[in-house]
Structures are given as C-alpha cells and as structure tokens.
C-alpha cells in the first residue's frame, strides 16, 4: 500500500470514528438500517475542471463565461485557491465540477499536484428505488444526511440556452432552492439546477452523478431535436460507487398566488411543473432527455399536481431510458414518466423509449374536486364535480385532464430491461386519461423485457367531505379511461419480452363505450386478464417486486 493509500484510509476510519462518536453522544439514530454507508472518498483533479463550491453562492454558466466560487491557481504564488468570481471567461471544452462544501467531511488540496481529495458517509441508494412513499423517502433521505453530517442550502445552478456543450458532474449536492416560477428565469431559477435549451439550436447537456445529490426541481426545458440533455453515473468515481439523483419539492411549500387560489390551502409550489422536466408558459415541452445510468428518483406529493419526468403544462414528454435505476412517482394529470399535466385543455403527448435498466413509475391520480373551489375547471356540474373527485393518471405515457380529451398520439417502445408501471383506475402504460373528454389513444411496442402493467381499481374516501368513491380499473396497456365519453383507441404490438398485465387494448368508459384496439402478438411471453379491452374491475394487484 503506498502512502496515498495509508493516508486516505486514516482520514476515513478517523472520520468514521468521529461521526460514530458524536452521533452516539450528541444525535438519536433516526435513520433506517442500511440507509447509510461507509466512509468514502473521492479526488477531482482542479487542472481538469472548472471545480466549484455550491455552499459559497449561486452557480450560473453561461456560453462563454461562468459565474460562483471557484477553484483557481494563483499566478504569483502557485497556490490553488477558492474565489468568487463574475462572468468570467470560459473556453468551449472545459468540463464543469460541482461539489458542496457544508458537511462534516475532509475537503483538501494536495498543492504540488492539484488533487482535491474529500470523505463523506455514503447514503445507500436503496432508500430511493422503486419507493413509492415520497414522505418515507423525503425523511429516510434527510435523516440518513444528518447522519453523516450533511447540512442543506439554498443556493442554485442556472445553465441559460447558449449553443454548446455542457458536461456538468454532480457531487453531494443538497438545495433545497425552489420558486414558483413556472419558465426560466436565469436571476430565479425554478429549482436547484435550472437547464434551459428551450429554442437553443445545438445545446448538448451531460449531466453526471457521483455520490448522492438532492435537489427540489430539475428544470429542464427543450422544444427542439437539435438540442438535449443526458443525466448519468460518473464512471470515474474512483470508489465505484452509483451516483444518484433525488428530486423531490417540499410540499410545505406553497403558494395562492393568482392562478393558484382556488385551491384549498393552496398548492406547493411545483405546480403546472414537472419535478424533473419542464415548466409552464412557453417552456412546456421536454425533448432528448436521455437517462443511462445512475440512482434517479423524481417524486411529486399530493399537493402538487404536476408530472414527475417530462413535459410540463400541457408540454410534450420525449424520454429514452437506456440504463440505471429510474423511480418517477406522482399523483397528478400529469404522467409519472412522459406527457405534461392538464385540467381544461389536453395534456401533453409522451414518447417513451426504454432499452435498459430498471423503470418504476406510479401515478395514483389526482383528487380534483377534494383540493378545489366549487366553480373550478369552468363548472359546477354536479357530475363532473363528483367524477372529479378522482382523474386517474397514466404512468407512462400521455397526459390526462378533466374538461378536454387525455393526451392522444403516444407512443411507448420497450425493447429490454425491467418496467413496472401502475396507474390507479387510468392507463399503466399508453394514453391520457379524462373525466369529460374522450380518452387518449396510444401506440405501445414491446419487443423484449419484462413489463409488469397495472390497472388499479378501488374505494377512495377523500378528507373534504369523508365521501367515497369508487375507481375503475383501466386497460394497464393501451387507451385512456373516460368517465363520460368513449375511452381511448390503441395500437399495441408485441413481438418479444414477457409482459404481465391486466389488462390490453382499448380505455375503459364508465358511462360510454370502451375504445377501438389492435392488438398484435407475435412473439413474447404473454400473462393477461384481458386482451383487447380494458380489464373489468378487479381488486388491486399485490405490492411490485423490489429491486435488488
């Protein structure tokens, strides 16, 4: 073992010490078994990248110049040092490192060889994955940091649409910044890390994790194919560790802006948003966001109403997932993974493309009428209100909405890895779901894979009132429900994988008729209670099979 080696197992088994000694005198153990892990470190060379300290201020990088504190070489002294500099100039091909120093961790600098060496308590990755309690994860996540000595700020990213390209590591970071702004603003940002393409011709984003990164919203907006943006693991995490990604608002957080009054006591402030995706007002649409690989979780509460990863209001969700570990968990209009949310006017399409690793998605709809004023949506329908009081929402796939049609023109292609997709009374996977419109129709190819689909049907009882109401279970692959008019058409074409579903073809109708479908299998593994139309109403299915 040389003396680098010796001397970085020192600093961690002091660090260990010194974390378990406190804890033990001064902290109760609030996290779970396993939620933390050992001591780790990690070294970022400062010649090789642009290397800044979030806890030093707000972070902005621009075309051609960045804005924060930063690593830098003393031309008198040779000394590497921190500043806090202001649009500075940046060249085309610098790489971008963002760590945070507000924890109880080691940050050095060797000076001779510019090598900035830090330690920190690893948070396990298992307190994210297909963990379909936002709540548990927010406190698992927060109490596993306090642990090891992580303290949060309120500082942010912001990226402006520049043309270029953006290779920007994540590591540790812990904002809890968030506004209510719905578009890009580069002065106020709408979350941690705000990524802007939005119109930008020729803008490649890569976004890379090493350790575990929380943030309250990832803004990303892109309405183009010349542009776009990868989130993945840092290969080069010299530990060989996953690095992870969770985002997740705080729903104490809220606001009764105009816009936002009519509902009772108010709604965070991720509304009309997506946790991670785009926002509202022009900046709706999510093209060529890309995840490989890495730990990511996206997770909206009950207050918000908006998609987990996608489009934004009404927006377009464009995603393709090749690898990794993705959780998107919401209740809203809004798909967990896809198409952007909707009340009087359509949602947002999604194209969805999984060719690896592991999805789980979840959207356990949204209850209008018991978070509204009567009047709201343009009625006071006493039907529409009572329908209302549940919208399913499609976990992958197309939008929903209450006054106007689900989003119609999805199209879903699984080619390999695992997906677990459960909506509760709309459509797993496939189109947008409605209460006064006409179903969304969607185009869903499943060539290889496992693809375990639900359809939830179920007794709700709401908090306004302590009224019931029953949800009916929809078709887990294909149309969107309708409470009032037909339910979506759809295309489903299976030639390989193993799906298990409850479920294939066209959107069931409470008080209309199902939709159209076509339904072709050509190959594969098939487990269905129906094909063809939607599944009949049937008890929930049993809990998802946990990740490794």
């Not at 010349?226 to 985002?247: A, F, H, K, N, Q």
């Not at 093209?287 to 990863?309: F, K, M, P």
Request: some cysteine; glycine content about 16%; overall charge negative.
């Amino acid at each position: 073992m040389d003396l680098k080696q010796t001397w970085r197992r020192a600093v961690a088994l002091t660090l260990a010490f010194a974390m378990v000694l406190a804890n033990f005198l001064f902290l109760p153990v609030l996290a779970e078994e396993g939620d933390t892990g050992e001591v780790v470190t990690t070294t970022v060379n400062l010649s090789e990248y642009i290397v800044f300290d979030l806890d030093g201020g707000n972070i902005t990088i621009k075309g051609t110049t960045y804005t924060g504190t930063v690593w830098q070489k003393n031309a008198t002294t040779g000394q590497w040092q921190k500043n806090a500099v202001t649009n500075y100039a940046r060249a085309s091909t610098d790489k971008f490192y963002i760590y945070q120093n507000s924890t109880k961790q080691t940050v050095e600098v060797d000076q001779k060889t510019g090598i900035l060496t830090m330690t920190a308590l690893d948070i396990n990755n298992n307190i994210m994955v297909n963990n379909k309690d936002i709540d548990n994860v927010v406190s698992r996540w927060a109490d596993a940091a306090e642990l090891g000595g992580r303290k949060s700020n309120n500082f942010f990213i912001s990226v402006p649409g520049a043309a270029g390209t953006y290779d920007i590591t994540l590591d540790d970071i812990y904002s809890t910044y968030q506004t209510s702004h719905s578009s890009f603003s580069e002065t106020t940002p709408t979350g941690g890390i705000a990524l802007n393409p939005a119109g930008t011709v020729g803008m490649e984003i890569t976004l890379r994790l090493r350790g575990d990164n929380r943030l309250a919203r990832l803004f990303y907006a892109c309405e183009n194919n010349t542009s776009g943006m990868t989130i993945c693991d840092d290969t080069s995490d010299g530990e060989g560790r996953i690095g992870s990604l969770t985002v997740i608002g705080d729903k104490k957080l809220v606001t009764t802006s105009t816009g936002q009054s009519n509902y009772r006591g108010g709604a965070a402030i991720n509304n009309w948003n997506s946790v991670i995706g785009a926002g509202d007002s022009g900046t709706g649409n999510v093209y060529n966001l890309t995840l490989t690989s890495g730990v990511i979780y996206a997770g909206a509460n009950r207050t918000e109403n908006c998609t987990a990863i996608g489009g934004g209001g009404n927006g377009v969700g464009e995603i393709t997932v090749t690898g990794g570990q993705i959780t998107a968990v919401t209740y809203s209009t809004g798909a967990a993974l896809g198409g952007g949310i909707a009340h009087t006017a359509v949602g947002g399409n999604g194209y969805v493309t999984i060719n690896g690793g592991e999805v789980y998605a979840y959207n356990f709809g949204l209850p209008a009428y018991d978070r509204v004023a009567d009047g709201s949506y343009g009625t006071n329908d006493a039907n529409i209100k009572k329908a209302s009081m549940h919208i399913p929402g499609t976990a992958i796939g197309g939008a929903s909405s209450i006054m106007s049609n689900g989003a119609n023109g999805s199209i879903v292609n699984i080619t390999n890895g695992y997906v677990y997709a459960e909506s509760w009374g709309g459509s797993g996977i496939g189109g947008g779901n409605t209460v006064c419109g006409v179903g969304g129709g969607a185009t869903v190819n499943i060539s290889g894979g496992k693809v375990d689909a639900r359809s939830v049907a179920l007794s709700m009882t709401f908090d306004r009132d302590d009224s019931t109401f029953n949800v009916k279970q929809g078709s887990a692959i294909g149309g969107g429900s309708s409470t009032f008019k037909a339910g979506g058409e759809a295309t489903v074409n299976i030639t390989g994988g193993t799906i298990n579903a409850d479920g294939i073809g066209g959107g069931n109708s409470t008080n209309a008729q199902g939709g159209k479908a076509t339904v072709t299998i050509t190959g594969g593994n098939m487990n269905s209670s129906s094909l063809s139309a939607a599944a009949p109403a049937s008890n929930p299915p049993a809990a998802p099979p946990r990740s490794k």
